[in-house]
């Protein structure tokens, strides 16, 4: 049987090593060889949790211009704990154990990393986003 760590590295995509620098600080390097490959898996989920957010909110979000979208996920991610903590917890669930071990001590700075790279994901998909429509 494999290891739940071997697991979950085979089903990350290769580890973005153009990024890796040795001059790097331990979170730039965690950011880089941890949460952007499990950011880029688990896209299509991020994507979903956003719709179902916007979905709970009367769908307000399919009717705005497209710079007041990206208003609106900002806000989202900022404002709402709850749908921030769940998207942190979407990356978080696929850590191996050594990468939760090293996660805990900078748990703030990280999510911080995190929340920023998910923002910066949603934002990249509004035009994608707009098209997936609300469900009714």
Known sequence: ??????????????????TIKSEMSSEE???????????????????????????????????????KKITYIENAIAKDSRFRNSLKDMVVGLFTVEEYNQYIPNASALNKRMTGIIKERLISHVQLLSKMGPTA
């Open 1 to 18: 049987m494999q290891s739940r760590n071997s697991s979950l590295n085979a089903i990350r995509l290769d580890r973005i090593s153009n």
């Open 29 to 67: 390097y965690f950011q880089n060889s941890v949460l952007r490959p499990i950011i880029k898996f688990q896209n299509d989920l991020l994507l979903a949790a956003f719709l179902n957010f916007s979905n709970k909110y009367k769908n307000v979000f399919f009717d705005l211009s497209a710079e």
